[in-house]
């Protein structure tokens, strides 16, 4: 089966600075990931679709300039969250379609101080 | 647009009795259906999928899901409950118009009591 990582699996930063998220497929090349973020007990919230080589599209409300991301190469997508704030708390997954599924990273948690 | 609903947030059922987890959807055409399980902290794992055939489809770890067309459901079902499946249930229908972007449910907390 196809393999997606993440990392890092856990993050605590400061209040006002970045951090970056990085999405792994590892064993196939996705022109294409999703970044998912989760809150507490609750579903995920698709934010935005990341294509290699181009810009990414993100869904309505989400900030583009907040939760920049980059996909750099066919197997690999960054998220960086900027200028964190706690709100920005969460558990961030990504995930990248392969053979006609979805395959879904381990996630990363996210704690802003 | 297409949208699931998982109408509980919890359900509890006791180990080796039967389980169910709803899960309703509305979708423009035909829908290609899922379900994924998620442990704490950790990423979803696929169950499985509807996307064409028969109604009734298997999957990973003994769960089955039955398509209903009339009814716009997607319940899944296992005969049998075990304690380690207790986790949280997802129902998600994707774009099948040419994309792989996923629209989930809100979840179901499953609770298998020994």
């Known amino acids: 089966g196809a393999v997606v990582s993440q990392h890092p699996s856990w993050v605590i930063c400061k209040s006002g600075t970045s951090v970056k998220i990085e999405c792994r497929s590892l064993?196939?090349?996705?022109?294409?990931m999703f970044w998912y973020r989760q809150f507490p007990k609750q579903s995920l919230m698709l934010m935005a679709t990341s294509n290699e080589g181009s810009k990414a599209t993100y869904e309505q409300g989400v900030e583009k300039d907040k939760f920049l991301i980059n996909h750099a190469s066919l197997t690999l997508s960054t998220l960086t969250v900027t200028s964190a704030h706690p709100e920005d708390s969460s558990f961030y997954i990504c995930?990248?379609?392969?053979?006609?599924?979805?395959?879904f990273g381990p996630g990363t948690r996210l704690t802003v101080l | 647009a297409q949208s699931v609903a998982q109408p509980e947030d919890q359900v509890n059922v006791a180990e080796g009795n039967p389980l169910t987890v709803k899960c309703t959807y509305s979708v423009s055409g035909n829908p290609y259906l899922f379900w994924y399980v998620q442990y704490p902290n950790r990423g979803l794992q696929f169950l499985l999928k509807?996307?064409?055939?028969?109604?009734l489809v298997k999957g990973s770890y003994g769960f089955e899901a039955e398509f209903n067309k009339s009814q716009t459901s997607f319940h899944l079902k296992k005969p049998s409950a075990l304690v380690s499946d207790s986790a949280l249930y997802f129902c998600a229908v994707r774009d099948h118009t040419g994309g792989f972007k996923t629209i989930f449910g809100a979840g179901t907390r499953l609770f298998v009591k020994a």
């Open positions: 064993d196939f090349q996705a022109t294409t």
């Open positions: 995930s990248a379609p392969a053979y006609n599924e979805q395959f």
């Open positions: 509807y996307i064409t055939g028969d109604n």
